[in-house]
Nanobody
Framework: QVQLVESGGGLVQAGGSLRLSCAAS????????MAWFRQAPGKEREFVAR???????NYADSVKGRFTISRDNAKNTVYLQMNSLKPEDTAVYYC?????????WGQGTQVTVSS
């Protein structure tokens, strides 16, 4: 089992920045592929960014150049640095862990970007 707890969401003006954190327990972070997803009201959950256990990353086109995913294996924590935020980034952001093809989810953290 993997438990995930997100934090760092909040209200920010357009153009501002936020850093989300996801603390993992139950497995060592280095063994997990980690990702961030988001879900806006009335929309399906969508992929935002992923960092593989190797450290390789990939991003949704909508956030490339603005968001950065990183991991601190010593702290068992994954981060999502979000810069140049836009109102369309408003959503509940979920942390995801994949281990042996099984997915685990956090409870989500709300990010609201005002125009």
């Amino acid at each position: 089992q993997v438990q995930l707890v997100e934090s760092g969401g909040g209200l920010v003006q357009a153009g501002g920045s936020l850093r989300l954190s996801c603390a993992a327990s139950g497995r060592t972070l280095s063994s997990l592929h980690m990702a961030w997803f988001r879900q806006a009201p009335g929309k399906e959950r969508e992929f935002v960014a992923r960092i593989w256990s190797s450290g390789r990353t990939n991003y949704a086109d909508s956030v490339k150049g603005r968001f950065t995913i990183s991991r601190d294996n010593a702290k068992n924590t994954v981060y999502l640095q979000m810069n140049s935020l836009k109102p369309e980034d408003t959503a509940v952001y979920y942390c995801n862990a994949n281990f042996l093809d099984r997915n685990y989810w956090g409870q989500g953290t709300q990010v609201t970007v005002s125009s």
